[in-house]
């Protein structure tokens, strides 16, 4: 394998590792960047395929508009989920058995 091959690979192995990493740290930031791109991918005057392209990596919540389905992606609209779990749950000690205590007293 070349030594530009190599380079390359590691390039797209670094490019795609700080991807991951802004979309899990700074995830309004990453989905900011990702609509200004798709946006400029899908302008008047471009291409059918940057218009695909475009469109392809637009995030699901500027694909349908729709604020009620629920997604939290933006945090702009209330979810769909209206479950509440409480923060704390108590810990419940149970004794054992009497049976069960019984056979390994019999074992000693």
């Known amino acids: 394998m070349s030594l530009w091959c190599q380079y390359g ?3 797209l192995a670094v490019t795609a590792s700080l ?3 802004m979309r899990k740290l700074a995830p309004q930031f990453a989905m900011g960047c ?4 798709a946006s400029a991918l899908t302008r008047d005057g ?3 395929v940057s218009r695909w392209i475009g ?3 637009l995030p699901p919540t500027h694909r349908s508009g729709d604020c009620g389905d629920g997604c939290s992606a933006c945090n702009r609209c209330g979810t769909s989920d209206t479950r509440s779990f409480p923060d704390v749950q108590p810990l419940e000690f149970r004794p054992r058995p009497a049976e069960r205590a019984a ?3 019999e074992r000693a």
């Open 34 to 37: 990702q609509v200004a791109v």
């Open 9 to 11: 690979v590691v390039a």
């Open 19 to 21: 991807i991951f990493m």
């Open 103 to 105: 056979c390994s007293q």
């Open 55 to 57: 469109r392809g990596i």
């Open 46 to 48: 471009r291409g059918p």
